[in-house]
C-alpha cells in the first residue's frame, strides 16, 4: 500500500520551511503543499482567539488540497489550537511540533529539568510543560519568551552582536536553573543554534521541535502504510504558496531552506479569511 | 460653523495613538475614532501590494463612521498607499504623517542634511526624501530602516542595553553623513526619543511625525472651519476600535496614550476584509 497525495504543512509564516527541509530529508519521494500566511504573520503576540482562527482557516485551506497528513508547523498555532484543529479534521492525521519536541525532551533530559523558549504565546499556554509532565510528572519546565529572536532572524542578523546580548538577556536564567536540555520552540530559532549554543554552552542538549516534528510525520505515515512509493518527491514536485510575496521572501526562504529556493505561488488572502 | 463630527485616525496597530494624543492635546474638543489593525500588525515589512489593500480596508471602515477628516497615522501606510486612499476618498480630507514630517525638517535643517529612519517599506518607497525634495531640490535625505525598532518598544524594553546596541547599529552611521535633523518616521519611535537622543548627541533635531502630523490636521480643520464647538471631545468621548485584544494591550496603549488607557472595542477582522 501507497499513498502519493502530498503532505500540507503550514506556518504563520516561512519558519516552517524547517520542517520541509527536514521532511524532504527523511522522505525524499514525498510532495508537500506548503502554505505560509505572509500577509498575516508573525502569530506568536496575538490573542487565542484570533491565533485558533487563523490556524483554522490554514488547515481547512489546505484540506481543499486533498492532502493525506496535515502538519502544523507553527508552535504557536500547536501550543494554542492544536487540539481544535484535530478535532474539526478527522479524516486525515493531524500533527503538531509540540508534542514530539515535548518527547524528545523527555526522552534527553538526564537532570529532568528542561528549558523551552518560543513565542509569548507558546509559552503562556504552557503547551510544552503539560506535555512533558503527561510523560513523566516529575519533570521540571523554565519557559521563556523570547519575542526578539523572531524579527532578529528575519533581519539576517543571526550572527550578530545584538542577537548575542539578546541571547544571553534570555538565556543566562536557564543555564542558572541547571536545565540539560533547552527546546526550540519556534521555527525560526534552529537559525540561532549556534548563537544560542555558544551562549548557553555545550552542558546544554539543544532540541529543534521541527526535526522531531518529521520525524513524527515519518513514523506515522509509515505506520500507515501511506508513505509515496512515487519516485518524483522533493522540491521540484512541491508547491509553496503564501498570502504575500514580501521584498525579503526569497533570502529568508533561502536561509530556511537551505540555498533552495521553490517556485512560489501567492494567493490573495481573501482565500483563507472565509 | 463647526462640525462636531469626530476625526478617524488609523494606524497598523497602537502606535498612531500618539497621533491620537497629540490631537487631543492640541484640540481637547475633538472626538476621534481611533482604528488599529492589531490583527494583522506590523505592516512595515509588507509588499505594497497587501499594504494597499489593508490600508484601504482600514480607511473604509472608517469612512462608515461619518468622520469629518481621516488621518493616516501608520507611516508605511502614508508612504505606499496615501496618493491611493486620497484619491479614493473625496468626501472629506485625507493626511498622511509622512509629508508634515518633511516639511517639519525642510524648516529645520540648517545643513540641508535630513536623516529619515521607519519600516522597511517606508524607506523602500523613498516618500519622505521626495517629500523633502519638491519643497528644497537641494536638500540630501539619508535612510535607514530600522526593523528592530518596533519590536524592542513593542516588548517595553525602551531603556535597555540591547537597545541602545540598536541604535548605534542603526544611527551611527547617521552621525557621520552629517545630518542635523533626523525624522523618526514610524509612530513607534517617539517612545525611543531619548535612547536615540543619547545615541545621535544633541547637534541632531530629532523630527517626530505624529506631531507635526497632528498639527497640521489642526491646521486644516481650523481653516475649513469645522473644529468642534462642543465641549465633549477628548478620550472619553471618542471610540478605540481594534482587530484584536492581544495581552499586552494595556500596557502598550498606556504607554502611547501617557498611561490613560481608554475603553477598547474589538470588532471582528471580517468586519474590515470585505
Redesign the interface.
Known amino acids: 500500500m501507497s499513498d502519493s497525495r502530498p503532505i500540507g504543512v503550514f506556518d504563520s509564516g516561512l519558519g516552517g520551511l524547517t520542517v520541509a527541509k527536514e521532511l524532504f530529508r527523511l522522505m525524499p519521494g514525498e510532495k508537500i503543499i506548503y502554505l505560509g500566511d505572509?500577509?498575516?504573520c508573525p502569530y506568536g503576540?496575538?490573542?487565542d482567539?484570533?491565533i485558533t482562527?487563523f490556524g483554522m482557516q490554514d488547515a481547512r485551506f489546505l484540506m481543499e488540497m486533498d492532502i493525506k497528513m496535515l502538519i502544523v508547523a507553527c508552535n504557536t498555532v500547536s501550543s494554542v489550537a492544536l487540539d481544535h484543529i484535530a478535532s474539526e479534521i478527522k479524516e486525515i492525521p493531524v500533527i503538531g511540533v509540540v508534542l514530539p519536541g515535548a518527547r524528545a525532551a523527555v526522552l534527553r533530559t538526564a537532570e529532568r529539568k528542561v528549558g523551552l523558549i518560543g513565542t509569548?504565546a507558546t509559552v503562556?499556554t504552557g503547551s510544552y510543560a503539560r506535555a512533558m509532565q503527561n510523560i513523566d510528572p516529575g519533570i521540571k519546565v523554565y519557559a521563556k519568551a523570547c519575542?526578539?529572536f523572531v524579527?532578529?532572524v528575519?533581519?539576517g542578523m543571526a550572527d550578530?552582536?545584538?542577537t548575542r546580548?539578546?541571547a544571553q538577556?534570555y538565556l543566562y536564567e536557564m543555564i542558572d536553573l541547571g536545565v540539560d536540555c533547552l527546546i526550540l520552540g519556534c521555527t525560526h530559532y534552529p537559525m540561532l543554534m549556534e548563537t544560542i549554543q555558544g551562549t548557553v554552552g555545550t552542558r546544554i542538549q539543544l532540541i529543534d521541535s521541527a526535526l522531531w516534528a518529521a520525524k513524527e510525520a515519518q513514523d506515522i505515515l509509515t505506520a500507515l502504510h501511506s508513505l509515496s512509493d512515487v519516485k518524483t518527491g522533493g522540491l521540484g514536485s512541491s508547491r509553496f504558496i503564501v498570502?504575500?510575496?514580501?521584498?525579503?521572501f526569497e533570502a529568508q526562504a533561502s536561509s530556511f531552506l537551505g540555498n533552495q529556493i521553490p517556485a512560489i505561488e501567492k494567493i490573495p488572502?481573501?482565500n483563507l479569511?472565509k
Do not use: F, N, Q, V
Request: glycine share 4%.
Open positions: 505572509t500577509a498575516r503576540g496575538r490573542s482567539d484570533t482562527k509569548s503562556r519575542p526578539l524579527p532578529l528575519e533581519e550578530h552582536d545584538i546580548l539578546a538577556y498570502t504575500d510575496l514580501t521584498h525579503s488572502l481573501e479569511a
